[in-house]
Nanobody
């Protein structure tokens, strides 16, 4: 049974930092592209960041470029999202997901991802 579990969310003041982690069981993340998405109340799920299976390629939604960094540690079977200079508009539930196919590059649509974590709440106060 495949399971992705996010951790590291919490409450932080504007300008602060958080580091989200996504760990997997039943799935070797090193062969999959990975993505982070977020969903704020009343809004659709939004692409935040993605990393290719090799880790060579990364991409971000414009609103987080220069502030967020996605990375992977294949030895630990984890993917992380370092979030700096947080803003109140970053408040959302953050989800990690793995692509449907192995050895994949960057994907932006939720439909391109097969397995999802349960989400972790990030709240940024002003």
């Amino acid at each position: 049974q495949v399971q992705l579990v996010e951790s590291g969310g919490g409450l932080v003041q504007a300008g602060g930092s958080l580091r989200l982690s996504c760990s997997a069981s039943g799935l070797t993340l090193s062969t999959y592209g990975m993505g982070w998405f977020r969903q704020a109340p009343g809004k659709e799920r939004e692409f935040v960041a993605a990393i290719s299976w090799s880790g060579v390629r990364t991409d971000y939604v414009d609103s987080v470029k220069g502030r967020f960094t996605i990375s992977r540690d294949n030895a630990k079977n984890t993917v992380s999202l370092q979030m700096n200079s947080l803003k109140p508009e970053d408040t959302a539930v953050y989800y990690c997901a793995s692509t449907r196919t192995t050895y994949s590059s960057i994907y932006y649509a939720p439909d391109e991802y097969r397995y999802w974590g349960q989400g972790t709440q990030v709240t940024v106060s002003s």
